[in-house]
């Protein structure tokens, strides 16, 4: 299957910094991307769906301007935590999907997991 | 999306095989199947999708009942490293697809 990566896989900050996370299709060029947020025992929720050139589409309530998403390049997205609290603290996992022989498939990165003291 | 209704939990012993049903009694025609896994602290890993037919693949068989309203992942010989949370996802076929995961099923494969 496609490989997805992302970057860091772990973090820790300081409330109030911001946080960036990447995002990259490593075998395939990817027009679009998903971010997800699990907290924990529960299961995943997409916050917003990027896509390469154009904004985002945030999912209902959701705040754009704290969680900035730039997808600039066919395999590349980033997820910026902007002023993080401690209720920022989860884990998050990007996706983006292909088509192949079987028809279409999704492919998840490893998710980072986000603490903010 | 059709929704999916899973059980909670399931327990399997090592080396029997497992078998994860899932309601979507809701589906439409142009709906697919999907089935995902995700372990432990782990981004979700595909397992295996299907239309109407039943599917197989080297980690697993999807069985789809006539009426596709319920569908039933099997795996064949499960191990200690099935142990996951398995979500069952009714999605329109095409690109950039969103997936909406539900609570999935607690599979717990023991000694």
Known sequence: ?117 | DAKTTQPTSMDCAEGRAANLPCNHSTISGNEYVYWYRQIHSQGPQYIIHGLKNNETNEMASLIITEDRKSSTLILPHATLRDTAVYYCIVLRYGTASKLTFGTGTRLQVTL
């Open chain 1, 1 to 117: 299957g496609a490989v997805v990566s992302q970057h860091p896989s772990w973090v820790i900050c300081k409330s109030g910094t911001s946080v960036k996370i990447e995002c990259r299709s490593l075998d395939f060029q990817a027009t679009t991307m998903f971010w997800y947020r699990q907290f924990p025992k529960q299961s995943l929720m997409l916050m917003a769906t990027s896509n390469e050139g154009s904004k985002a589409t945030y999912e209902q309530g959701v705040e754009k301007d704290k969680f900035l998403i730039n997808h600039a390049s066919l395999t590349l997205s980033t997820l910026t935590v902007t002023s993080a609290h401690p209720e920022d603290s989860s884990f998050y996992i990007c996706s983006t999907g292909t088509s192949g022989r079987s028809g279409y498939e999704q492919y998840f990165g490893p998710g980072t997991r986000l603490t903010v003291t």
